[in-house]
């Protein structure tokens, strides 16, 4: 099976308005033709609330990325989480991405059903149902490489547990005190190695840790936390190398979210003198945002040395826009935009573009003083200078911050040009 | 099409592993079958995170919310974004809710597709292909009785511009100051209802507001403010009916979210002499939960006054179970559920039972000690004492505080009995 064919069946649903931001009032269409209907968000051909996906910002984000890859020597591995949506995983993969990250079986699932061969599940994987699908899985497919995570001698016994073919390839994951998953120490990821090497069925791929979850007030010291923390991770793969822990060919050297990843290619490119594969699995790379991230990777781009510099940064290419829906107050906008529809977790939606659907001309930015003060379920509250020309119907195109949390509000978002036209429908599987 | 039969389609839908909850390792199934599997929680039968509705606490809630309604004579018109699940309004039909409430077009079409033909649209309604679609569905069901919001003259004149045979009802939204949508003061709705009264295509049917955005640290200053604003919406309602601006047989006076609705039924019940229907729109009464509206519902119990007093109080019948992935520390656990599971705007998970698969005794009570203190997007961090008695494997129900942000987690989620057997599924169109 090809991989366009593997998308076949997402390109042959039949979408209509009861997918968020379809027209209301156009007729069902198959997905794969939505391009072709002519529709453009400022004339407000969709409906509102809709999220859509700037092309020019996608193909700007996958060339910064494949730059860096080449210049690293990295491999990518993108977290498919944040998106859930088989069709942006094709193109990572064709963009030269070497497997799809996953965070629980059922998303395992999903990619691989939709044609995603190599996938690394960066979790603990416990429950002996998923395990058995994930075993048959194996067993029934040469080409499918999976790869999991343990971080104690419980979770190798449970792997270990389940029968089939197929070994399970692993990696250890090692954490920090207080951290999240992972063992605590070298010597503690190293117990747990050396559990997978006595066990019948596992086979050690390498080692892994997460290094996102680190995040201070202070950039000096999260830098210093995590430069520590890959040491050891580069410590404990050549603890286990030693031992002849490692039952592969190519070792895998994994970390790197969306955030240090630069830290990740300088502290483990060279922490092994035999083959190794250093692993990045930033997942928010691709849509990237207009807040966290945008942050987080303006600080990055600061650190990063002359030989991995890159021209040009990377481009929020997500987008809410919804629509004024009453102007009860000069300085108050409410639009039809809420928690529903826009991650909050990590900061508000921003209003960055307004346009006022009938005007031909561009949308225009959004001034600073406009500010999203409050989500409610279903609503935004604008605040605004009170002479603001914002009129009920008005359109408001908002940035997010930390696409994890917005693409998981929706089903179907839309691609579009620079000129707001849709070029296609993206489905999202959470 | 009787209620039953518009039901079909959903439980014709095939269920499977790609679904969040659904368990891995068995073969697809229709949705309406899953009852017969045999599934039961406790035994680690689903996968992990699971959502699931303690149906005794539904029918609990059903009927401390009949006999509410019978007591305050008041109409119940459940707001339905809160689960998006059609067989559960349907549910609350049969159980005597005179319509369903929802706050976009694309959900009214979701609950209109399913076979709800009372709507009240408590929102505004603008976008011109959202009002055809609205209109041409009006024209073509002489059965479709349905109601929407309008708070401003040019909401009045956007939804008479567009045209077809059978007139929209409205209800004018009287807001507050500095508060959500809503006309500021009934001078200003009076206005908008006289803009009623002189569009061509518009009936007055009646007025609104939405009390829920009030919420100080001060239940004194709330109920003070809230009986002000439905004060104003009883006067605005007389002025109207003074005026002859109502064309209807009887009139709607609506409010009441899942928090205030007692205050609603003691100030609107009397406010017209003639025919009326006091509808009052809570869409938590039915799942309820373990914390916001727990704490909400508290305060209206002891507000209540002895001929609206009920026996007993709604129970939290919507439950989040993630098992456990890791014990990295002796006070440190980790679920695999997390942002992306469980609603957190309004407080985190509350962990309040766990068991271990395989043990046959029932689930036992989570410690006061043990708490969620942290969720990821995938991981919930569950901060214990160091002894605590909880594996790698073991699972753990938490309650959640605010069901909308929880529902719209899940396309499915399961009913169980007391003893976590999978009763049905339950399917959420977000």
Not at 6 to 12: C, F, G, N, T
Not at 311 to 317: Q, S, V, Y
Not at 388 to 416: M, N, R, Y
Request: aromatic share 6%.
């Amino acid at each position: 099976m090809t991989l366009t064919a593997a998308l076949q069946p997402i390109l042959d649903l039949q979408l209509d308005g009861a997918s968020k931001g379809f027209p209301q009032d156009r007729p069902a269409i198959r997905l794969g033709d939505v391009g072709e209907l002519g529709l453009r968000l400022t004339r407000g051909d969709l409906d509102f609330p809709v999220a859509v996906l700037r092309r020019s910002a996608l193909e700007h984000n996958a060339r910064w990325m494949a730059e860096f890859i080449s210049r690293s020597g990295a491999s990518l591995c993108p977290h498919g989480k944040t998106t859930m949506a088989p069709q942006l995983f094709h193109r990572q993969l064709a963009d030269g991405a070497w497997g799809i990250t996953l965070a629980t079986p059922q998303q395992v699932r999903i990619a691989y059903r939709f044609g995603v061969r190599r996938i690394l599940l960066a979790n603990e994987a416990i429950l002996p149902g998923a395990l058995r699908w994930l075993q048959s899985t194996l067993d029934a497919d040469p080409d499918f490489d999976f790869t999991c995570l343990v971080d104690s001698p419980e979770a190798v016994a449970r792997l270990d547990s389940v029968p089939g073919r197929r070994p399970i390839q692993v990696l250890v994951e090692l954490g920090i005190p207080g951290g999240r998953t992972g063992a605590r120490g070298v010597q503690a990821a190293l117990a747990v190695a050396r559990a997978v090497k006595a066990a019948t069925r596992l086979q050690l791929r390498g080692v892994e840790c997460y290094e996102g979850i680190v995040g201070s007030q202070d950039p000096a010291v999260d830098r210093a936390r995590i430069q520590a923390w890959l040491a050891d991770l580069a410590n404990l793969a050549q603890c286990c190398d030693a031992e002849g822990l490692f039952e592969t060919d190519c070792v895998l050297l994994s970390a790197g979210g969306s955030a240090y990843f630069d830290l990740v290619v300088q502290a483990l490119g060279e922490a092994l003198a035999g083959p190794h594969r250093v692993v990045l699995r930033s997942g928010c790379y691709f849509s990237h945002d207009a807040g966290h991230y945008q942050h987080l990777l303006g600080l990055l781009e600061e650190r990063l040395p002359a030989r991995l510099r890159m021209e040009g940064k990377l481009r929020p290419a997500l987008e809410i826009w919804g629509q004024v829906l009453s102007r009860p107050e000069p300085g108050l906008a409410f639009l039809g935009l809420g928690k529903r529809d826009a991650g909050h977790d990590l900061g508000l939606p921003i209003p960055t573009l307004w346009c006022r659907p009938g005007d031909p001309a561009p949308p225009r930015q959004a001034p600073d003083s406009w500010r999203i003060t409050t989500l409610y379920d279903q609503h935004a509250r604008l605040e605004l200078p009170a002479g603001a020309d914002l009129q009920v119907g008005d359109l408001v195109g908002c940035g997010i911050s930390h696409p994890c949390t917005t693409f998981d509000k929706w089903q179907v978002l839309f691609e579009v040009d620079d000129d707001y036209r849709v070029l296609g429908a993206i489905r999202t599987f959470f």
